[in-house]
């Protein structure tokens, strides 16, 4: 086993009240989006001179109408910007003021400056038709990250609904993703009531091509695992390609059949995740352009922790890369990662936060409860997750259970990453000291999504464009290509 360290190389809409709690790396899977939200272009302009768009799927609007709406959003900024809650509130329709009285601003803004810092004003608008409703998005600049402000008229033009949501800012191809090394399109998941939409990421050239499938974290990840304006497997699955290997990746279960999947009251790791890892691996195998026998898995945070149940189901799958998987239990993972996250406002917990670490500090207790049962109520386990769920994680040893593998495995983890740890990149370290074709890689300046950043670790850092180092990608190619052919 080799142990390497290098330094860094080159949605859904959310409401304020769950933009932390989404970014919990176990977020219920059922319910919580970790994906970006909307679809709309933006144009950014000065930030003296917002410009208004409209995206082409809205129907057309009332262009007098926009431009007086949008007056009256940045109004609105303006006056939660100042301290106006009262004024504000004025603003709202009736339902709206009864939803969220004066006092109720107050704290969601205070809650939005703790998270990204202070306002520094408008840089875009932009606008949607949504059903009977006018939707005007206020791109804006704060401290640590842009927030688009959604604010939702309806046809009284009094505000009807208010929503913060990581700033939809394009993306460009990481650099180092040539275009014209590779092509996509688009490929099915499985079949039946569960088929997903995927996309392939294919070499240019004459295959076969080895292959990976990725597998995104916790929650209703999208194929790109989006969070915020970053996409990392559109990152991971564009450079592979262009080093030589071809790559799937598509909607997960709990997003493309989020209703249906609420009203599983007994769904595990299962059929949240495993079962498609699986149907993804053989839809590769049935494709001319993968060479069958070098097809391999990388699961990233949930998915590497379930690394080792996907390979033990599927001997033929070639080998495996673990990134930022979890090698503790889950329940000890959200109760820290809350527990941090609380810090990062307070050194010292009020009474607030301390009340609700100590119903979560019970929840976890309940699920280390040898007496837990499938009668257990979600209310009393944490995230309200069903029973099943936790029972079927019982016992669950991710790293000992990757030594039955016995096939090439490569490990990374990035140091700035406070979801899950240096701690758990130890354990793996532990159980497979000596094990045969296993390599460890910790990236010390990189977080979560294996991207750079400076001090401390904050949720605020995943809101800023980014991409997967390219130090990860030629590590995970140089893996993969190296452990194809055997």
């Not at 608008?125 to 309806?154: C, K, L, M, N």
């Not at 939409?197 to 294919?202: A, D, E, I, N, R």
């Amino acid at each position: 086993m080799k142990r390497e360290t290098t330094h860094r190389a080159a949605a859904r809409q959310i409401p304020l009240v769950v933009l932390l709690a989404i970014l919990l790396l176990f977020a219920l899977a059922m319910g919580v989006s970790a994906a970006g939200c909307g679809s709309a272009d933006t144009t950014t302009t000065s930030a003296s001179s917002p410009e208004t768009t409209a995206p082409v799927s809205a129907p057309p609007a009332d262009q007098a109408q926009v431009d007086r709406l949008t007056e009256r959003a940045l109004d609105l900024v303006g006056l939660l910007a100042a301290g106006r809650y009262l004024d504000a509130h004025q603003t709202f329709d009736d339902t709206m003021k009864a939803a969220l009285p004066p006092e109720s601003v107050e704290e969601v803004w205070t809650a939005l400056l703790q998270q990204v810092g202070v306002y520094e004003g408008p840089s875009a608008v932009r606008s949607e038709s949504v059903g009977e409703h006018t939707a005007i998005i206020v791109q804006t600049e704060f401290e640590q990250a842009p927030i688009d402000i959604r604010v939702v008229y309806g046809d009284d033009e009094r505000v009807a609904g208010l929503f913060f949501q990581p700033a939809q800012i394009t993306q460009e191809s990481p650099p180092y993703a040539d275009p014209a090394a590779f092509t996509e399109r688009v490929i099915t998941v499985g079949s039946g009531p569960w088929e997903l939409p995927g996309t392939l990421t294919l070499p240019v050239g004459e295959g076969p091509f080895p292959a990976l499938v990725l597998v995104h974290g916790s929650g209703p990840n999208d194929r790109d695992e989006t969070l915020g304006p970053n996409k990392p497997f559109r990152d991971l699955a564009e450079g592979l390609a262009a080093a030589g290997v071809a790559v799937l990746r598509y909607d997960k279960r709990t997003l493309r059949y989020a209703e249906a999947m609420a009203t599983e009251e007994d769904i595990t790791v299962r059929e949240e995740t495993v079962d498609d890892a699986l149907a993804a691996v053989e839809a590769l195998r049935a494709l001319p352009e993968v060479s069958e026998g070098d097809i391999f898995v990388l699961g990233h945070s949930l998915g590497g922790m379930l690394v080792p149940r996907i390979g033990l189901d599927d001997p033929d799958i070639a080998g495996f890369v673990v990134a930022a998987g979890a090698a503790r239990p889950l329940e000890d993972l959200i109760l820290e990662q809350t527990r941090y996250l609380f810090s990062l406002e307070q050194k010292t917990p009020g009474a607030e936060q301390r009340a609700a670490l100590a119903a979560l500090e019970a929840q976890v207790e309940r699920v280390k409860d040898p007496d837990l049962s499938a009668e257990t109520p979600a209310a009393e386990l944490p995230l309200a997750i069903p029973v099943a769920y936790w029972l079927d994680l019982r016992g669950y040893d991710p790293p000992v259970a990757a030594r039955e593998l016995g096939r090439p495995l490569l490990i990374i983890q990035g140091g700035r990453d406070y979801q899950v740890t240096e701690a758990d990149f130890a354990l793996w370290e532990k159980a497979l000291a000596g094990e045969a074709g296993v390599e460890l890689i910790l990236y010390p300046e990189l977080n979560h999504l294996f991207m750079p950043g400076e001090g401390p670790p904050r949720p605020t850092e995943y809101l800023r464009p980014g991409h997967v180092a390219g130090q990860v990608v030629r590590d995970i190619a140089r893996f993969l290509l190296a452990n194809t052919g055997r």
